[in-house]
Every structure is written in C-alpha cells, then in structure tokens.
C-alpha cells in the first residue's frame, strides 16, 4: 500500500484540526527535562512532526521511520526540527532501535498494522522506556449529514474492506485503537485517549475521501457496485453534505515489556 504526497497534503490541515491537543499536557508532564528524542514511525511526508513540533520544548531531535524512502525524504526536509531518516518496515521494529527516546510517536499508523505488529509496537515502546503518542487510527465510525438509506451498507462494508488480509497480514483497521490499548494496558502502561474525529464539508478533501471511501467499499462488496455512483452524486450534490469520520488518539505512559512467551490474547 502506498500513499501519495498529495493525498497527506489534502489531509495534513483536517489532521492537524482533529488531533486532540489535549493529550500534550500529560506528555508534557512526563517528557524528559532535556533535548528530546522524537521516533515518528510511519512518518509519510512529515505532517506528525510539522504538527508536533512547535507543541514541545526544544532542542528536539527527529528520527523519522517509513518504508517508503520518497516520503521519508519530503518529511527529513520540512519538520522543522534536525531529523534523520530510517527507512524500514515497522514490522521489525525493536526496543534497541528506540534506545534513547524521549516519545515515540505515529499518526494515521495503527490502523494499517495487525494485531501482531501492534503488540510488538507496545513492546517495543515500553521496552525502550518512552511515552508513546499514536494519533488518529479510525474508528470505523462515520456520520452522515443529511443521512442517506445507503451509509449504512458502505459503512459496514468499509469497515470490512479495513481488516482484509493484504500479502498474508490481517489488517486492524478500526480495531486497531482497542487492540492497541490492550497492548499497552497488558505491559502495565496507562492509556489516555480521546476523540479525534474529522469534521469535513463539501471540499476536495471530502470528494476525495468519499471517492476512496465508495471505492473501498466496492471492492469489498461487489454488489454495491450498482449504487455507488448515484449514492456519490446523492452525497455531492447535498446543498450542505457533512461528515464527521471517527478517530481516536492514544497516549501510553509507563508500563514494562511483557516477558517474550506472553503474545497477542
Ligand atoms: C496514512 S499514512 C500517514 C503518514 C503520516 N504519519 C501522516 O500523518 O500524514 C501511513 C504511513 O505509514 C507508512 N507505513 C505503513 N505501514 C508501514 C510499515 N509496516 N512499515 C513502515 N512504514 C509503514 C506508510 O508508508 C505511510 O507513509
């Protein structure tokens, strides 16, 4: 799966609005009184970080982690911090190779993981011993306005498109919040989340997010094939359509690893 600048571009100013800025007081209390080390795991473009940044006490350090070695180059040249690059699979990722942060951090991340790879993140962070911010995974909630008889079917169908299986691995998709909660709560961390939904109106985000949301959808459920392009022109043309798109961000502090028999329940 790969993921367009231009797409993280549309999206980086509803990002930036949704991420619950609330969360930062308790980072803040446990962030350590020095120049702090930042891991962004699945960095993309850098939107984490040109968010994050300015929120924090400073020096700051980036080290800014994804697969994808185009994205990790736009993203070491725009976080306004010093930052360096790593590029990897987070599948792999290990405590040793946090050793030295203050936070860990990702956004839009959790939910394109399974269940295993979350469990070893929560490994990890506690292992490395740094609080751990994972904004924005979906919830699988989203909110028509005006409500239409066929959100519903796309919904439940999307949702489902969300935790397929992709090259062997079962995607979390809008389990991906809870599943990691566990995670972290199972090490001894405590959990602060909050609500972080997008709130889009009738803009090109919200036509391009709709087009991918309808899509996904399809591909799922082939039999909504046949609605999908009135159902879309019904929710363009609405003379005020809104949606709001359910996300949660989580803040793990604290906890120790888990020893290396106990997995995943
Ligand atoms: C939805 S984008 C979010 C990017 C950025 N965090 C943001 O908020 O704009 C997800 C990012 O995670 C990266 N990613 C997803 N799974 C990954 C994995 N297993 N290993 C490394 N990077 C991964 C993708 O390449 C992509 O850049």
């Not at 911010?133 to 959100?151: M, Q, W």
Request: aromatic share 6%; charged share 20%; with cysteine.
């Amino acid at each position: 799966m790969t993921f367009s600048p231009d797409w993280l571009a549309l999206r980086e100013k509803a990002d930036a609005t949704a991420r619950a800025a609330e969360l930062l007081e308790p980072l803040r209390a446990v962030l350590p009184d020095a120049p702090l080390v930042i891991h962004d795991l699945g960095c993309g473009t850098g939107s984490m970080g040109r968010w994050l940044a300015p929120l924090l006490p400073r020096p700051q350090r980036w080290i800014l982690h994804d697969r994808d070695p185009d994205l990790l180059e736009l993203a070491a040249a725009s976080i306004p911090a010093p930052a360096e690059t790593r590029a990897a699979d987070l599948a792999g990722l290990t405590a040793d190779d946090l050793a030295g942060a203050s936070l860990v951090t990702g956004s839009a991340l959790l939910d394109l993981l399974t269940l295993e790879e979350v469990d070893a993140l929560a490994e990890a962070c506690t292992g490395a011993g740094c609080p751990a911010l994972f904004t924005l995974s979906v919830v699988g909630e989203v909110e028509f306005t005006p409500a239409d008889p066929l959100d519903e079917d796309f919904t439940a169908a999307f949702n489902a498109h969300q935790r397929r299986v992709t090259g062997g691995r079962r995607l979390l998709g809008p389990d991906a919040a809870e599943a990691a909660t566990e995670a972290f709560v199972r090490r001894g961390a405590v959990v602060h989340s909050r609500r972080s939904p997008w709130w889009l109106g009738p803009d090109e985000l919200f036509r391009q997010w709709l087009r991918g949301w309808v899509q996904a959808a399809c591909e799922h459920q082939p039999e909504l094939v046949a609605h999908a392009a009135d159902y879309q022109c019904r929710r363009l043309r609405g003379e005020f359509s809104t949606v709001a798109v359910g996300h949660v961000d989580l803040l793990a502090i604290g906890g120790a690893p888990c020893s290396t028999d106990s997995g995943p329940g």
